[in-house]
């Protein structure tokens, strides 16, 4: 098989308003589209002064507590407004090519950016090994039969 789709459900998701600090939870806050990652979170670059933190499912307490006492003045948890799926293999580019705009070619790993993906509002991690797609649960029928077709030609 030369694409991979694994949804990677009940991630935990925060959304934190932040203008001044260089890190939360002990990670380096990242720039204008990108994502950084360690002590197990990856935390997105949303806009000048919102970030999403995401990490394993069933964390939202323990990081709400964590940001709290970083002094984050607002945290708001979104876990269940988007689906996480993670598109690994040779060929995972070449399916977002289908409905995306985005010149994947030139989007190092690290990289975040908000976009339409076949008319859906997604959220797009570039890394090393693939992507993460975060996509609205409203959407997530759709997207899921979007991504099998568009699969098709590179399953083997």
Known sequence: MTVDAVDEPFRTQLTVRLR??????GVALPGPCTFTSGN?????WMGPDEYLVLAEP??????????????????????????VVR???AHAA?????GCSIDLEVLPPGSCV???LART????????DGYTILVRQSFSDYFTAWLADASLEYVS
């Open 87 to 89: 598109l690994t293999g």
């Open 121 to 128: 509002g997604i959220v797009l991690m570039v890394r090393e």
């Open 20 to 25: 001044e600090g260089d890190t939360l939870l």
């Open 94 to 98: 070449d399916v977002l090519a289908h």
């Open 58 to 83: 069933g964390r939202q307490a323990e990081l709400e507590g964590a940001l709290s006492r970083e002094s984050a003045p607002v945290v708001v948890d979104v876990s269940a407004q988007r689906n």
């Open 40 to 44: 197990d979170v990856d935390i997105l």
């Open 114 to 116: 908000q976009t339409l």
